[in-house]
């Protein structure tokens, strides 16, 4: 089975700064997904980015890139020039391109922080 | 595009009781997913369905079922509550085909058992 780990339980940044969130997983598989959600205080979860295992280019969105390194299992977000309105939980995610119907493995969240 | 819908937004049972949760997804999406959230376990996959079959179900006992109906919406039943049934329970919907791994998720549901 897969298993997603966050271990930062909470970040802290300035407004304006950067910050680097982290996220490994464990899989056997070579053909995967990975995701990073944002839940907000409301709950409604929001899909920030994507990285489909199989392109070596990290991906990039506005002001939030992806460090995905495959080796070593390793999918960290970055936001630059962070806003207060980033203030969220952020999921790390994976889904299987094989067993898609396996549904996401989240990690257990990292809870950002923005300080004005 | 209207995003996923879910019904009701809050619900409040009673231990014993049975609760049908409601799911639309996104127009033109098949799938649907149905995910538990509780501050111990995480984000838990409960199951996903595709034009009206269950493709798949996480490990939760069988008191938890749902069902998708011909236009897509879905629902899930959770029979004899427990109190650790409190949650907040997201439906999340995808197209199928190309981009079909994203996902979308609905403002949940968070039912409360007391």
């Known amino acids: 089975a897969q298993t997603v780990t966050q271990s930062q339980p909470e970040m802290s940044v300035q407004e304006a700064e950067t910050v680097t969130l982290s996220c490994t997983y464990d899989?056997?598989?070579?053909?995967?997904?990975l995701f990073w959600y944002k839940q907000p205080p409301s709950r409604q979860m929001i899909l920030v980015i994507r990285q489909e295992a199989y392109k070596q280019q990290n991906a990039t969105e506005n002001r939030f890139s992806v460090n995905f390194q495959k080796a070593a299992k390793s999918f960290s977000l970055k936001i630059s020039d962070s806003q207060l309105g980033d203030a969220a939980m952020y999921f790390c995610?994976?889904?299987?391109?094989?067993?898609?119907?396996?549904?996401?493995?989240f990690g257990k969240g990292t809870h950002l922080i923005i300080q004005p | 595009k209207a995003g996923v819908t879910q019904t009701p937004r809050y619900l409040i049972k009673t231990r014993g009781q049975q609760v049908t949760l409601s799911c639309s997804p996104i127009?033109?999406?098949?799938?649907v997913s149905w995910y538990q959230q509780t501050p111990g376990q995480g984000l838990q996959f409960l199951f996903e369905y595709f034009s009206e079959t269950q493709r798949n179900k996480g490990n939760f006992p069988g008191r938890f079922s749902g069902r998708q109906f011909s236009n897509s919406r879905s629902e899930m039943n959770v029979s004899t509550l427990e109190l650790g049934d409190s949650a907040l329970y997201l439906c999340a919907s995808k197209r199928t085909g190309v981009s079909s791994y994203e996902q979308y998720f609905g403002p949940g549901t968070r039912l409360t058992v007391t």
């Open positions: 899989t056997s598989e070579s053909d995967y997904y």
């Open positions: 995610a994976y889904r299987s391109a094989v067993r898609g119907a396996d549904g996401l493995t």
């Open positions: 127009s033109g999406h098949r799938s």
